[in-house]
């Protein structure tokens, strides 16, 4: 495994008056940032915002698009055709690029959200409606994907740069899929468990499971979730942590 690694949070999760997550100090500690577009959460001030706090912060951007769900926050499965997905990803990352314009910074990667990327994740014909779109949209944009998983294969065959990440604060199954929320091990609320976690992972490039013996990951970008009351505090403890061990922190993209 490198000794090198980018972190990533999801952040301008909040909507109008509703805000969610404290983005100033995140991206204080993180080098890439995964920017709600409209769709689970957002609306064009907060994005706007958050993009100009990334610029502020020499922050690189992905689009970070989900379900139109926002009572669910993007967690659930909408029932929809691939093509149906392929659009609705395709104008969210719309709406993102032409707020990056505004504010003179751009749009560099796609990671979708939540449900969808767990769809994604897992189901072939999903991963390849995005990976379409994006390509159509924009063949210069990256994929940012769950490590191992559909998604990935579907990029690098629409020929997209494609980058892997693993969860901080996720815990996983035998199939390299998350384990589900609700389930018991899903969440790791502890901020030192998490960061000795990852260093294990850098040194043997093995994420311990649930359900069996460590499995095999790749990664290019760690992401500490931006919507818990303690994102900030773990997305610390983690960069500390990583450079106590030699590991430095960089951005995965080019800005």
Known sequence: MARRIDLNSDLGESYGPWEMGDDSNMLSIVTSANIACGGHASDPETMYNTLSLAKQN??????????????????????????????MVAAQI????????????KVSYVKPHGALGNLAARDMEVAQAIADAITKINPALAILAISGNKLEDAGHHAGLQVYSEIFADRGYLSSGQLVPRGQDGAMIHDADEAANRLVAFMESGHMPVIDGDPIPLQAHSICVHGDSPTAVAMAKQVRQRLLQSDIKIERFIAP
Do not use: C, K, Q
Not at 70 to 84: A, H, L, T, Y
């Open 58 to 87: 020499d922050v690189v951007v992905g689009a970070h698009p989900g379900y139109n769900d926002r009572e669910g926050f993007g967690r659930r499965v909408i029932p929809m055709s691939p093509d149906e997905i392929g659009r």
């Open 94 to 105: 719309g709406a993102l690029t032409a707020m990056a314009t505004l504010v003179g910074t």
